[in-house]
């Protein structure tokens, strides 16, 4: 299964890799060089549509849970201030996305979106300290029966051109379906209460829909 957020890269990149194998062997006499861009070809294809894959992840909405949002690494469990939206001091847990994780962003909890708001800015590597205030961004809160307000974060990486955010405020919104698309490497930001019970360790691999952030059961 593939995101939508793919469906034209992934036309023009099939396209085009069934064009130039096809029309290499007639174009190109040397064996060697007509191989190589063919296989070149089907290996950046093969990229396309691994990037663009969406794993089937539903699950049952549990709202003394939040999940990861996004597949990746925890990069930052730290106390910062949160300067958009709380304006205050928050404990926050960073997971960045290689352009080899699965890139689709999924509510992390059940609740009503209370703020979403998006920022141009820079491309910084996402794992960069400033990457947070800097860099392109969406910023949404979403207000959950137990957990309150929690606040999660898009950045867009180096690579990262175009960050897509499907929450508006307002809307009612479930645990695990889709958030949003960050596509070519990124990170994702979470800001909680200080003193929550973090489940999760740094350098470990999270996976969106299934590893558990903090729990209340």
Known sequence: ??????????????????????????????????????????????????????????????????????DGKVVVIEEVFED?????????????????????TRY??????KYSKYHPGKYLVAWHPKASTENERTTVVIENRVFGEILYRQIAGALA????????EGMQVRQGDDAGFIKFGSRVDMFFPLGTKIEVKLQQNAVGNQTVITSKE
């Open 108 to 113: 992390a909890i059940s609740g009503k979106v």
């Open 84 to 104: 958009e939206y709380f304006k205050d001091k928050r404990l926050q847990v960073s997971i960045f996305m290689s352009p080899i994780n699965v890139h689709v």
């Open 161 to 168: 051109r175009r960050i897509v955010n499907y929450a508006e």
């Open 1 to 70: 299964m593939f995101h939508k957020e793919g469906g034209k890269i992934i036309l023009i990149a099939t396209t085009v890799t069934v064009i130039i194998t096809l029309f290499a062997p007639k174009l190109i006499s040397i064996l060697w060089l007509e191989k190589t861009i063919q296989i070149t070809a089907l290996a950046f294809l093969i990229l396309i549509l691994q990037f663009f894959r969406n794993p089937n992840r539903r699950i049952e909405a549990n709202d003394k849970v939040v999940l990861a949002p996004v």
